[in-house]
């Protein structure tokens, strides 16, 4: 989990360098390529099967979807915004998926946990609101990202003790082509932005590669983490990944959060953490599944 903290913000950065010439829509796509072509080579080595059953090839297509949704608002959000700023806001994710679990699980909430939600959400609109006036409704973004991934991480929940993570990754890959490539065809030459794809130079080749190779190693290591460890044991650990998209963030763009921000991140991530602890005491006294706190983009 440690190294999914570090790796992930380096997938991010490769995103935002590329968006400078390259179109959203062409970035997500060039994610799954890139990452099936890196995963391949491993599944023939570990020489694992292909196989899957119809449902978890249903379930394999709708976690590519949510992953390519997620892709695009992240990357959409940072082609504008500071890397630690969008990735601030989409820290609510422990807080949607515990509303997730209340619709769809029927999981319980109770007061202090909606109360500690609404400091996290506010800690959101901390750094939402001086980026709306900045960049506009693209400060919104993350939000839409906190949602689909949200979904995707439930989906991997489900399908984590059927699915090998190697397989799990490069089927996951396997769909996000299917579903992209023809998009990027169908809007090739509209002048759509986002979408009208564009031939990239050598450097930008590199950030491509980069986005693909960083997501492959990154969410294996996160998936692995998930396979072995509880996630009342990871999810702390994921806010490590804010320190590194800070340096990130101001060793390559100069960019630092300022103390509104920081106010905001403080209140999100102090939240996410009570959330956790509740969820981690509530699973020691009453032994069933919690939701899942969030794991990253």
């Not at 970035?27 to 799954?32: G, H, L, V």
């Not at 959000?77 to 601030?88: E, N, W």
């Not at 619709?103 to 609404?118: D, E, H, K, M, Q």
Request: glycine content about 8%; aromatic content about 12%; some cysteine.
């Amino acid at each position: 989990m440690v190294a999914f903290c570090i790796l992930a913000p380096l997938l991010d950065a490769a995103s935002k360098l590329a968006t400078e010439a390259i179109p959203v829509g062409q970035i997500t796509s060039a994610r799954f390529v890139f990452q099936g072509l890196c995963m391949l080579p491993v599944m023939l080595l570990m020489r694992l099967s292909w196989a899957a059953s119809g449902r978890d090839l249903t379930y394999l297509g709708l976690r590519a979807v949510f992953l390519m949704l997620s892709t695009y608002c992240f990357v959409a959000s940072v082609q504008y915004m500071p890397i630690a700023d969008a990735m601030a806001i989409v820290f609510v994710m422990p807080f949607i998926l515990m509303f997730l679990g209340r619709l769809i699980f029927g999981n319980p909430i109770g007061t202090t946990r909606i109360v500690a939600s609404a400091v996290g959400f506010g800690g959101a609109m901390l750094v939402i609101q001086p980026s709306l006036q900045s960049y506009g409704l693209v400060a919104l973004l993350p939000l839409g990202c906190a949602l689909t991934f949200s979904f995707y991480e439930l989906i991997t929940q489900a399908m984590s003790n059927r699915v090998h993570p190697v397989t799990m990754q490069l089927h996951t890959s396997l769909a996000g082509i299917i579903i992209t490539l023809p998009l990027l065809w169908l809007f090739d030459g509209s002048g759509i932005p986002g979408l009208d794809a564009v031939m990239p130079d050598a450097l930008n080749w590199l950030w491509l590669f980069g986005v693909g190779f960083w997501a492959a190693i990154s969410h294996l290591s996160m998936t692995f983490a998930m396979k072995y460890a509880p996630a009342s044991t990871l999810a702390p650990l994921h806010y490590l990944e804010l320190v590194m998209a800070v340096a990130l963030g101001y060793l390559i763009w100069g960019d630092f959060p300022n103390l509104l921000t920081w106010g905001g991140i403080t209140l999100i991530v102090g939240s996410g953490l009570y959330i956790i602890a509740h969820e981690h005491r509530a699973s020691q006294r009453h032994p069933m599944p919690p939701p899942l706190p969030s794991e990253a983009i």
